[in-house]
Antibody, heavy 119, light 110 residues
């Protein structure tokens, strides 16, 4: 069974750093892209970027380029989303999702990680 | 990179059919068959219901169907049921090797 399990909720202060994780199991982690999607409170889904764990090829939405870093450790089948300096506007639920056979097809999703940034 | 355009809300009675549109440009929806649709219930992760414009993943009801004409993709739900009440999102691959979502549509089953 394909599963993506994300790390738990985080509460941070503005300016702090953060790295959240997404562990894949039940499939060949290195052979599928893993994407990250933001959902701000009461709002829609926003595609942030994607990584291919096999060779760490990474692509970012222009809206998120330079704001976050996506990485992966294929030895432990885990993808990461990282911030160096959080802002209150980063408060959101962050989902990881596996991209299936077809481009833009996010076929399996993690449960989401709530990140709250507040002073 | 602008979000794809979806109606903010649609509604229908049980048993009826509804259609949700997803409008982009020739650089995304119109240029590729890589359009997917997702259903999201409150407090839950999104669920893939249509991929590659019109294909259903295993286990998804055949009441859900997808199509595309030009720069607009559409999701049709037939035989509406109370459990279909949710938010629906489209997404598409883009010419810049990225992905863009629609703004989402809230479906209310009356």
């Amino acid at each position: 069974e394909v599963q993506l399990v994300q790390s738990g909720a985080e509460v941070k202060k503005p300016g702090e750093s953060l790295k959240i994780s997404c562990k894949g199991s039940g499939y060949s982690f290195t052979n599928y892209w893993i994407g990250w999607v933001r959902q701000m409170p009461g709002k829609g889904l926003q595609w942030m970027g994607i990584i291919y764990p096999g060779d760490s090829d990474t692509r970012y939405s222009p809206s998120f380029q330079g704001q976050v870093t996506i990485s992966a450790d294929r030895s432990i089948s885990t993808a990461y989303l990282q911030w160096n300096s959080l802002k209150a506007s980063d408060t959101a639920i962050y989902f990881c999702a596996r991209q299936g056979q077809y481009m833009a097809t996010l076929d399996y999703w993690g449960q989401g990680t709530l990140v709250t940034v507040s002073s | 990179q602008s979000a794809l355009t979806q109606p903010a809300s649609v509604s229908g009675s049980p048993g009826q059919s509804i259609t949700i549109s997803c409008t982009g440009t020739s650089s995304d929806v119109g240029g590729y068959t890589y359009v997917s649709w997702y259903q999201q219930h409150p407090g839950k992760a999104p669920k893939l219901i249509i991929y590659d414009v019109s294909n259903r993943p295993s286990g998804v009801s055949n009441r859900f169907s997808g199509s595309k004409s030009g720069n607009t993709a559409s999701l049709t739900i037939s035989g509406l049921q109370a459990e279909d009440e949710a938010d629906y999102y489209c997404n598409s691959y883009t010419f810049s090797n990225t992905v863009v979502f629609g703004g989402g549509t809230k479906l209310t089953v009356l």
